[in-house]
């Protein structure tokens, strides 16, 4: 299999652009059958997605569960139905934009574990049903609160009619929400005016390529596409002798040819990626 069928593109995606439509892109632009990706984006949002390419997309799940980086620009005084700024304004209020003390305050007391009720426009479903076509539909229903860690909360900018920040958060975590969740904490309403990922654990927007570079002029392929093994870097190498190797590539493995101990990162002699074991179970086969 090709080095671009095992692999990960760091993609930017811009604003105005589902993560599906940005896949679609890729999977025509380089040429692959089977793509997807880590971590949806809403179509007003922008910056990291992380494409997963051929056998790569087995990664996704281990992928998506890391922790997320974002830059977020709030809008005080407005409340909007889907909580940004592609939704209906339905509130108005008056507002005073609070002093940097106040809000670095009220953002400590969001810091760690928090509750966070997912907002009505949403994929989750009810009943079946996604939340968001309820909610076009003028249905509101119960949600479950579920929680979240918020990891930090620092302040970037003042203006004259809101605030921006950055934040680290755990997999879950509806930034939309925790704009809303912030404004009732300084009596007031907001929604997100601005959304920009900018990291899914140690994958950094700084390395993205943007779409259009891409469809344009595609750089050489070292420039843009990650080794899958660098998702499981926390990992310790073990290389499997010959035998363990080929065992492992038909899918006849024990633990006898595993570590037992402990979580790896599974090599031949040669060098080439293969999977991940975790106490002598296998975690995932990338052959």
């Keep these: ?136 539909a003028d249905i509101s229903v119960h949600r479950k609160k579920r929680k979240v860690h918020i990891r930090a909360l620092t302040l970037k900018q003042i203006m004259s009619d809101g605030f921006s920040f950055a934040v680290e958060c755990s997999k879950g975590t509806y930034v939309r929400t925790l704009v809303e969740d912030i404004a009732k904490a300084l009596n007031n309403i907001a929604y997100t ?33 990650v080794d899958l093994d660098k998702v499981y870097s926390q990992f310790q190498a073990y290389i499997m002798d010959a035998e363990a190797a080929r065992r492992f590539g038909y899918g006849r493995y024990d633990d006898r040819i595993l570590p037992a101990e402990g979580c790896f990162r599974l090599y031949n002699e040669a060098g080439d990626f293969f999977g991940i074991c975790c106490d002598g179970k296998v975690h995932a086969r990338f052959i």
């Design 193 to 225: 005016r601005r959304l920009k990922r900018t990291a899914i654990g140690r994958f950094n927007i700084a390395s993205a390529v943007a779409l259009d570079c891409l469809e344009s002029h595609p750089p050489p392929q070292s420039e843009y596409l």
């Design 1 to 136: 299999m090709s080095a671009i069928n095992n692999s990960l593109l760091l993609l930017y995606k811009p604003v105005g652009m589902s993560s599906c439509r940005a896949v679609e892109h890729v999977k025509r632009r380089l040429q692959v059958k089977k793509a997807g990706h880590a971590g949806t984006l809403d179509p007003y949002a922008e910056g990291l997605l992380i494409v997963a390419l051929g056998k790569a997309t087995r990664a996704l799940a281990d992928l998506s569960e890391q922790d997320k980086c974002y830059e977020v620009q709030v809008r005080l005084g407005l409340r909007t139905a889907t909580g940004d700024r592609e939704g209906k304004v339905v509130e108005r209020r008056d507002f005073v934009v609070p002093q940097a003390h106040t809000l670095n305050r009220v953002f400590a007391d969001f810091i760690g574990e928090t509750e966070q009720t997912p907002p009505m426009y949403s994929a989750l479903k009810h009943q079946g049903q996604r939340l968001y076509k309820l909610a076009r």
